[in-house]
Structures are given as structure tokens and as C-alpha cells.
């Protein structure tokens, strides 16, 4: 059995603010990492697939690291908006590599 | 129509009757899952299809039964469940199985609730 593991469980931050999130996962046959971004009332939207160790990823203000060595993954965002208000889940692939094993989430708040 | 799209959106149903959650998507992808969404639970793999073959059935209870009847069409099949089955329930595609290569792309969800 997989252990996706995410941390905190929830942030509450001001607009502007900085934050980031952890996701953990075994370091062992390594395949890929993804991040989520889930909404209220939307459907969950990839972020990131990051596959090689040392990768870092930038989508706008949101960026993501990986070490792969140590099985974890950073996730910033710079300068925190309202609508960065969601649930960020991180993914693994299982054993058989048939479907991903998703950790709990980090959900985020952003205060105006 | 793009992406996935799930139906209904909202279902309300007693534990004796049957129903079906219905998931289409228009990405040409290849594999398609069905995930569950509980309370405070992490999103919960549920069954697998390649090439509209399933290849992975996670322990599911029979009163939920899949079918693929092609590589655009995920049906879930609902009988005698029960209100713990009350749940979130989504549907995503890949282009192909297993999430190594490429992102899933979900649908809105398939709200159920289990009188």
C-alpha cells in the first residue's frame, strides 16, 4: 500500500502572502509526481507531472520542486491571491502503475 | 463538448433501487477510471479500464458494477447500496493507463446520496 502523505491539512493566509505545501512518497521505483488543484464545485485540474529528480516547475506564481532521492515534493505559490483558494492534492502512480494514489490535500484559504 | 463530462451531478436514491452514473470523455484517451470521494477521506481508487478492459478492481463491493462499453463511455452501475455509500464520485481519463506519463483529467463529479 502506497503512502502519499501531505502537509499541513489546511493553511489560512492573507492575499500576498507566500506559502508552500509538502507532499511525501516512497523514494523507491519512482515513476512520476502530480500536482492537483481542486476548486469548490469543480473538477480536479493537473497542475504539474513532474517525472525527473531536481525537476521544478512554474506555472504563473505556482512553482514545484522534486527530490525524487528523498520522496518529496515542494509546492509555492508567491503572493497569494483569493483564487488560489482550492484543495492542492499530489499523486503518485501505484505498484502497478495502473492508476494514481492520491495524498489527503492541502486545502488553502486565502483571506482579501 | 470537451474534457469529461459527468451525469447526473446531484442523485438521490434509497438503498433499493438502481441507478447508473454515467462518464463521457472527448479526449481520445485510452484509459478511464472511477475514483470516490469520501468525508475527510482522500480520493479513493475504485476500478481501471485500458482499451475498455478493466484492469484493476479495488476491492469494490459488488453492488458497484463498471462497464466500459467503449473507450469514450464509463458507466457505474448502482444496486441495494447503502448510505455509507454516500459520496463524491469521479470519473477521469489518461491518455494512457496509470499516470506515469501523462496528467488525468476529471470530471465535475457525480454527487451521491444514499437514503
Known amino acids: ?35 492537483y488543484r481542486w476548486e469548490t464545485a469543480k473538477s480536479p485540474e493537473a497542475l504539474f507531472v513532474m517525472t525527473l529528480n531536481g525537476d521544478e516547475k512554474k506555472k504563473g506564481r505556482i512553482s514545484a520542486t522534486l527530490n525524487t532521492k528523498e520522496g518529496y515534493s515542494y509546492l509555492y505559490i508567491k503572493g497569494s491571491q483569493p483564487e488560489d483558494s482550492a484543495t492542492y492534492l499530489c499523486a503518485f502512480p501505484d505498484t502497478g502503475r495502473r492508476a494514481l494514489t492520491f495524498g489527503s490535500g492541502t486545502r488553502l484559504q486565502v483571506q482579501p | 463538448e470537451t474534457g469529461v463530462t459527468q451525469t447526473p ?4 436514491m434509497g438503498m433499493t433501487n438502481k441507478k447508473s452514473l454515467k462518464c463521457e470523455q472527448h479526449l481520445g484517451h485510452n484509459a478511464m477510471y472511477w475514483y470516490k470521494q469520501s468525508a475527510k477521506k482522500p480520493l479513493e481508487l475504485m476500478f481501471v479500464y485500458s482499451l475498455e478492459e478493466r484492469v484493476e478492481n479495488n476491492s469494490v463491493p459488488s453492488r458497484f458494477s463498471p462497464e466500459c462499453p467503449n473507450s469514450s463511455h464509463l458507466f457505474l452501475h448502482l444496486h441495494t447500496l447503502q448510505p455509507e455509500d454516500s459520496a463524491l464520485y469521479l470519473c477521469a481519463s489518461s491518455q494512457d493507463v496509470g499516470g506515469a506519463t501523462g496528467e488525468l483529467f476529471f470530471g465535475e463529479g457525480s454527487r451521491l446520496t444514499v437514503l
Do not use: K, M
Not at chain 1, 2 to 19: A, C, F, I, K, M
Open chain 1, 1 to 35: 500500500i502506497l503512502n502519499v502523505e501531505q502537509s499541513p491539512q489546511s493553511l489560512h493566509v492573507q492575499e500576498g502572502d507566500s506559502t508552500n505545501f509538502t507532499c511525501s512518497f516512497p523514494s523507491s521505483n519512482f515513476y512520476a509526481l502530480h500536482w
Open chain 2, 9 to 12: 451531478r446531484h442523485l438521490v
